[in-house]
């Protein structure tokens, strides 16, 4: 009995729990990155996703990586920051899954990624599912079975 609820918990949709795209702080590829360092600050996030001009995923940018990307080799190079642009510092290595996978998917992705990027069947973003409403439904799950 506890085997076939837990597969209802793996095998349920993601859909309730995506941040929805006009919640969630994004850049585009062009940017400058002292533009991205300004949303990130001022966002208060780590990372956040970057889109191109149709609204498609291409990466994330994170300030460790705008950081890393202006260190030279006795300070750091402030006016770089005008100069380069967010596709040429952002990691393109994420996961991103469909409104159709399962919230076991998403699962599993959690564990090396505090958010996954969501797209539709068109390849559009459509949002962001995070660390915390997995594991808050998780919480859920385990203190209510
Ligand atoms: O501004 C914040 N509001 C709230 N309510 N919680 C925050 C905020 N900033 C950080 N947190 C908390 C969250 O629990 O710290 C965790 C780590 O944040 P992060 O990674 O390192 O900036 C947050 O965990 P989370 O909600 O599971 O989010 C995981 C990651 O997803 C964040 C950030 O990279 C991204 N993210 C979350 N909401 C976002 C977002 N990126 C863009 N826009 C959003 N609305």
Do not use: W
Not at 5 to 14: C, F, G, R, T, V
């Amino acid at each position: 009995m506890q085997t076939l609820k837990n597969s209802q918990l793996l095998d349920q949709e993601i859909r309730e729990l995506i941040i929805s795209h006009e919640k969630v702080a994004h850049v585009q590829l062009n940017n400058p990155l002292d533009h991205a360092l300004l949303i990130l600050i001022k966002s208060g996030y780590t990372a956040i996703p970057v889109l191109d001009r149709d609204y498609r995923i291409q990466g994330q940018i994170s300030k460790a990586k705008i950081l890393d990307s202006i260190l030279g080799l006795e300070r750091i190079e402030m006016e770089r920051l005008n100069d380069l642009k967010v596709k040429d510092t952002m990691e393109t290595e994420m996961p991103i899954m469909s409104m159709n996978s399962t919230f076991g998917e998403a699962l599993t992705r959690s564990i090396n990624h505090p958010f996954v990027c969501i797209e539709d069947e068109d390849g559009a973003f459509v949002g962001i599912l995070t660390r915390r409403s997995i594991l808050a439904l998780v919480n859920r799950y385990f203190k209510h079975t």
